[in-house]
């Protein structure tokens, strides 16, 4: 072998090995920007902060944390038909305590905005319920376009729809990307006859990001990371991920988990 044979050799092992490493230190860099929150601060913040909300914010210390710092949280509500107001509350986990009327009212960030998961909306108390949440917002000088008002009762939804308030059509539970291609079908085609009444988006996992994309592409959409269980290869690769769909124009709000000094309820 002669001489030149073993520099080329030799150069392009050095140049494979120095670009190893420049890979290497990329891939560090940017992992610590990850754990540091410097890749949210410097993208997030400045190119889609409208777009993250904080999930189950069903506490009135928990709402004073956030509000400052995000465009919107997500409450969970039930309607109580004996009382005619909203209890704050996730089941199973209880009652909190508190009305959706003084959890709005301790609130002195007038921008922000509401997701209300409505976990019992139905046939029997729509109409109730719209009522009082119409009251709410004109009692608290509250605009209804600050409010998301989200369930898989689709039929009753379209009554909120026409009054003002954004609304978001509550897909399948846990995710359409659990579901074998043949249920998928059949979930595709329930969805598409609940699409019959209106509602503003359409709320899922974040993993169905893929599915809605395909299946709705012209509906906007609100997603949630809770309760994730995302594979990926690394946290540079789910970051990344997490950033081509929250670029997405037709993805309006990405709920999140943050730590918080208080606890989530």
Wanted: glycine share 4%; proline share 4%; aromatic share 14%.
């Amino acid at each position: 072998m002669n001489k030149k044979v073993i520099f080329t050799i030799l150069a392009v092992l050095t140049i494979g090995m120095l670009a190893y490493r420049a890979k290497e230190y990329i891939e560090y860099k940017v992992n610590n920007m990850i754990a540091s929150g410097e890749l949210i601060d410097k993208y997030y913040t400045k190119v889609i902060q409208d777009k993250i909300w904080v999930h189950r914010v069903n506490s009135i210390e928990r709402l004073k944390e956030t509000s400052p710092l995000y465009s919107g949280v997500e409450v969970d509500i039930l309607y109580i038909p004996e009382k005619n107001n909203f209890d704050v509350s996730h089941p199973p986990a209880g009652s909190t305590g508190i009305t959706l009327f003084d959890y709005l009212k301790s609130n002195p960030d007038t921008s922000t905005k509401f997701w209300l998961d409505f976990k019992n909306l139905d046939s029997t108390n729509f109409s109730d319920a719209l009522k009082r949440l119409t009251y709410i917002c004109q009692d608290l000088a509250l605009s209804k376009d600050k409010f998301i008002v989200e369930s898989n009762q689709t039929k009753e939804l379209q009554a909120f729809t026409d009054s003002g308030f954004f609304t978001s059509y509550y897909l399948h539970y846990p995710g359409l990307y659990t579901l074998s291609e043949e249920d998928l079908q059949i979930e595709l085609d329930k969805i598409r006859k609940g699409m019959q009444y209106e509602t503003t988006y359409i709320s899922a996992p974040f993993h169905d990001y893929e599915i809605l994309r395909k299946y709705f592409p012209d509906k906007e959409k609100l997603l949630w990371m809770a309760e994730s269980k995302l594979k990926f290869r690394d946290n540079m690769q789910q970051s990344l991920y997490a950033l081509k769909v929250a670029s997405d124009p037709k993805v309006k709000v990405i709920l999140y988990w943050v730590e918080m000094d208080t606890p989530i309820l």
